[in-house]
């Protein structure tokens, strides 16, 4: 049974940076394509990026020049840095996997998301 | 980047009823369009994929069709545990952009 688990601070003053992890379990990171999507309160699904094992990172654009995403084979882990956060940025993130071996395969797995909330 | 449009926001229905959800994207996308149910406080869970196929363990209560800009989700016979938020997304090009919601309640 695949699953994913994030971690990472609660809490994250405003103009720091948010890292947050996922573990997997279940399956390996080294195969398929591995996803950050986030959710503010109260508000719909907004789509982070996706990483290949790869490596290969694709994010978006609204995002891109404050968002690095990587992986930790070793671990079995992908993460998510977000730069310079503002209140904006509060939301519960999530972790996901892309079924079938494209970016643009649905995604059939999800963390069960991680709330950040930034304030100082 | 592609825009997905839901209608309605919200809908009010009764166990038992038939109800259609509408999204339509800014551009064609073919047939990639994905909908998933979310349920307060969990992520949300695949339903539909590629417009129209039942991911596994789904309800055969629900089926997907469209291409290009008009896609619908369809519930044949409401039960109580399909009362919940869902959300079309493309994976025709990034970033996957997401509806922002069609919140279905108990009338």
């Known amino acids: 049974q695949v699953q994913l688990q994030e971690s990472g601070p609660g809490l994250v003053k405003p103009s720091e940076t948010l890292s947050l992890t996922c573990t997997v379990s279940?399956?390996?990171?080294?195969?398929?394509?591995w996803s950050w999507i986030r959710q503010p309160p109260g508000k719909g699904l907004e789509y982070i990026g996706y990483?290949?094992?790869?490596?290969?990172?694709n994010y978006s654009p609204s995002l891109k020049s404050r968002v690095t995403i990587s992986l930790d084979t070793s671990n079995n882990q992908f993460s998510l840095k977000l730069t310079s956060v503002t209140a904006a940025d509060t939301a519960v993130y999530y972790c996901?996997?892309?079924?079938?071996?494209?970016?643009?395969?649905?995604?059939?797995?999800w963390g069960q998301g991680t709330p950040v909330t930034v304030s100082s | 980047d592609i825009q997905m449009t839901q209608s309605p926001s919200s809908l009010f229905a009764s166990v038992g009823d038939r109800v259609t959800i509408t999204c339509r994207p800014s551009?064609?996308?073919?047939?990639?369009l994905n909908w998933y149910q979310q349920k307060p406080g969990k992520a949300p869970n695949l339903l539909i994929f590629?417009?129209?196929n039942l991911q596994s363990g789904v309800p055969s209560r629900f089926s997907g069709r469209g291409s290009g800009t008009d896609f619908t989700l369809t519930i044949s016979s409401l039960q109580p545990e399909d009362f919940a938020t869902y959300y079309c997304?493309?994976?025709?090009?990034?970033?996957?952009?997401f509806g922002q919601g069609t919140k279905l309640e108990i009338k």
């Open positions: 996901a996997r892309h079924r079938g071996g494209y970016s643009f395969g649905p995604i059939d797995y």
């Open positions: 279940g399956d390996s990171i080294s195969r398929l394509y």
């Open positions: 990483i290949h094992y790869s490596g290969s990172t």
């Open positions: 551009q064609s996308i073919s047939d990639y």
């Open positions: 590629t417009a129209s």
């Open positions: 997304q493309q994976s025709y090009s990034t970033p996957y952009s």
